[in-house]
């Protein structure tokens, strides 16, 4: 008996308008068009071209999850409009309804709430009675440069990741991936620096977070000691692994902070040529770092992943002067968000505008999303206040300062680790 052949793999896709793939389909068929064979190979057996040359390179960097010793998925509340909020204000007023006398029923009518099968207001709002939850609020990583409020109570969220997400209730950073990319995305930007709690769909789905430290309660006292007497301090020790460690010291000759080696990370996952020369590798795994070539190398890209990060958390002096205009007055409602290139203007309604965004800063994008375009959408029907106005300045200079920061990476990058 002859052994059965393996099936053959064929593909071909189709790119354009609607009407032209119509047209394309009706005039050709199964044997008209031109196939091209895959050879499907383990472990994934993609049955899209894939052209993985250089995994033998990117095999020998070191892949995330083998840096950092801990991470989860975000956030996940179920009930975003009620516990998260775009000022403190506006969430504390929620949850004093939710807290107050009136009837459930009015409770749920009044705050658009619905009993699921895993959470039933009623029940919520027993666990909740008495507590003061305004003191639960803390700052909220959203979306990429759009930090809000949530209320970070259990009885109140369905899937909290407590204890790991505590550890961004106290002074932390931490890098945030999405593990795979969409199909349309061509070009690798799923990663962001926070340094706050963080949401699931921070890039548009569900989205992983790393963090430079982790906190734990050590007890303090004797040994004898009951466990209600215990006191206990709060510690934190670095979430990266001592053979990564291990591995950076020996490539550089020294022993770096952890901070350093963090922002060496983050320089590196920003080089547009990293970017572009494993684009394959990053559309279907978390990302892998090369280790530096030498201290200098190292000492280089640590100092300008510090600068990007500080941009990215607007934190950097740099973003005192926006140079951005906003020079009409009116009523700063968010009507309908467009783009004039020309005049390089975001309007925000028929009269008023933002100036001085060029059409990279409005077209960056960050995970699924278009910065400057989205953080306004996310605000339709909103009034912005001075705040959100500053902010939106700060964030398109943010994005201008980061293009040009790349550049510098890359240059430092290009010339050095691509010598592998």
């Known amino acids: 008996m002859s052994e ?50 250089l995994q033998s390179e990117y095999d020998k960097f070191w892949k995330v999850t083998e840096i950092f010793k801990q991470w989860s998925s975000g956030v996940k509340t179920h009930r975003d409009h009620f516990v998260v909020g775009y000022t403190k204000e506006e969430l504390a007023q929620r949850l004093r309804v939710f807290g107050g006398n009136l009837s459930d029923e009015l409770v749920k009518e009044s705050l658009n709430l619905k009993d699921t099968g895993s959470w039933k207001l009623s029940e919520a709002r027993q666990k909740v009675k008495g507590q003061k939850l305004e003191d639960k609020i803390y700052p909220y990583a959203y979306r990429p440069f759009d930090v809000r409020r949530i209320c970070y109570e259990s009885a109140l969220i369905d899937r909290n990741r407590w204890p790991f997400m505590k550890c961004f209730l106290k002074e932390n950073l931490g890098i945030t991936f999405k593990r795979s990319r969409y199909l349309r995305t061509k070009e690798f930007h799923h990663l962001f620096v926070v340094d706050n709690l963080g949401d699931i769909n921070f890039f548009g789905d569900q989205s992983i977070f790393f963090p430079l430290y982790v906190y734990h309660d050590e007890p303090v006292g004797a040994i004898h000691e009951l466990p209600l007497q215990k006191k206990f301090k709060t510690e934190r020790s670095p979430n990266l692994t001592p053979e990564f460690l291990q591995a950076i010291k020996d490539s550089v000759g020294s022993e770096p902070t952890t901070e350093e080696v963090f922002y060496y990370i983050y320089a590196v996952l920003y080089s547009p040529t990293y970017r ?20 200098k190398l190292f000492g280089e890209l640590s100092v300008l992943g510090k600068e990007l990060i500080e941009l990215h958390l607007l934190k950097a002096s740099a973003l005192d002067e926006t140079g951005i205009g906003f020079p ?31 059409n990279e800063v409005w077209t960056y994008r960050i995970g699924a999303y278009q910065v400057m375009e989205k953080y306004l959408k996310d605000r339709k029907n909103r009034k912005l206040s001075l705040d959100e106005i500053n902010h939106y300045m700060k964030v398109a200079k943010a994005i201008r300062l980061t293009i040009e920061l790349q550049k510098k990476i890359d240059n430092v990058y290009r010339n050095n680790i691509t010598k592998v």
């Open 4 to 53: 059965k052949k393996l099936a053959r793999v064929f593909y071909a896709d189709l790119w354009g308008l609607r009407d032209d793939k119509y047209k394309y389909l009706f005039k050709s068929d199964v044997k008209t068009t031109k196939w091209q064979e895959l050879e499907p190979t383990a472990p994934y057996y993609f049955l899209v071209p894939k052209d993985f040359a």
């Open 276 to 295: 572009k020369r494993y684009e394959e590798f990053l559309k279907i795994d978390f990302p892998r770092i090369p280790l530096p070539s030498n201290n």
């Open 328 to 358: 009409k007055d009116g009523s700063r409602k968010v009507e309908k968000v467009s783009y004039d290139e020309q005049n390089l203007r975001v309007f925000i309604n028929k009269e008023q505008y933002f100036e001085g965004i060029s």
